[in-house]
């Protein structure tokens, strides 16, 4: 299969608005499984405020969230896909450029020190484009995340000592939960990522933080840390938007990787409730948005 990187252009376009306005159906599934939990009246209405914006915002095809984020696309590449990798980074870049241009979405991207907004949503390494490889047959996936600042903020990392053990690692995700209460728009998909170095657990948490719901940690070890991490973080008291209730979270997700043996690396990144992304599959037979 040859890539067309001109399809690739308008794919990276719409899915950018298609995640904007639509919230994924597991997330929704999320906050039905919430509301049957929740006990504290406060906590009971601000979920159900949540939901008619999910509504509304279907209904008049609005945007979930004024926040646009900072886009992030992953690419997946399959076997016998023929490619230019700079001409389909540059395509993803001109198709996120042109959703913030021809849409009315607010450009939240700036250059770091002189805060200048491009209103393109672009700007140095923006967007992230992270490319991998599988084995299925000329196949190209490509899935857009708008990560919200309000919840980006909400990011840690610590180089614990091995010898405190899986413990430490429990604290410090729960202390770091605690110390962001309701700034980071509960309830939340709470993202750890524990091995590695520092930057690729950095990038685990990522990956946990906007993995969909009801999926499971590949590792055992990893898998049995996220249930009894989701538990404890919904005995805070935290609740939604920080107001109070057992709906802080609508899970805790854990990525592992290998690491050296005189370090443990534990990263923290945080997802709001409003956890966007779309994603597509593109094949010889067309586009099949998910």
Excluded: W
Excluded at 72 to 101: H, Q
Excluded at 181 to 210: E, Y
Excluded at 230 to 255: C, D, M, W
């Amino acid at each position: 299969m040859q890539l067309d990187t001109g399809e690739i252009e308008e794919l990276a376009k719409a899915l950018y608005i298609r995640a904007l306005k639509l919230l994924p159906p597991d997330i929704k599934r999320g906050f039905s499984q919430l509301q049957e939990r929740e006990t504290d009246a406060t906590g009971s209405a601000i979920l159900a405020t949540m939901v008619e914006n999910i509504a509304v915002a279907e209904r008049t095809s609005n945007l979930l969230c004024q926040d646009t984020g900072i886009p992030i696309y992953n690419v997946i590449i399959g076997r016998n896909v023929a490619c230019d990798g700079a001409a389909l980074k540059a395509a993803i870049r001109r198709g996120c450029e042109r959703a913030t241009r021809e849409h009315p979405l607010r450009s939240s991207v700036v250059h770091p020190l002189t805060r200048r907004n491009e209103q393109t949503s672009c700007g140095i390494g923006v967007p992230l484009i992270n490319v991998d490889f599988d084995e299925r047959e000329e196949t190209v996936e490509i899935e857009m995340i708008p990560k919200g600042s309000g919840s980006e903020n909400g990011s840690f990392l610590a180089m614990l000592i091995p010898a405190d053990g899986v413990k430490a690692v429990k604290r410090f995700v729960i202390d770091r939960v605690i110390e962001c209460g309701g700034r980071v728009c509960p309830p939340t998909i709470v993202g750890v990522g524990i091995g590695g170095t520092s930057d690729l657990c950095m990038h685990l948490a990522k990956v946990a933080a906007t993995r969909p719901l009801g999926t499971a940690c590949a590792d055992a070890d990893g898998a049995r840390i996220e249930a009894e991490l989701s538990q404890a973080v919904n005995q805070l008291g935290i609740g939604p938007q920080g107001l109070g209730g057992r709906s802080t979270a609508f899970r805790v997700h854990v990525e592992v990787a290998a690491t050296h043996i005189t370090m443990n690396p534990v990263a923290v990144n945080i997802q709001c409730h409003s956890a966007r992304r779309a994603s597509a599959v593109v094949t010889p037979g067309g586009i099949a948005f998910r």
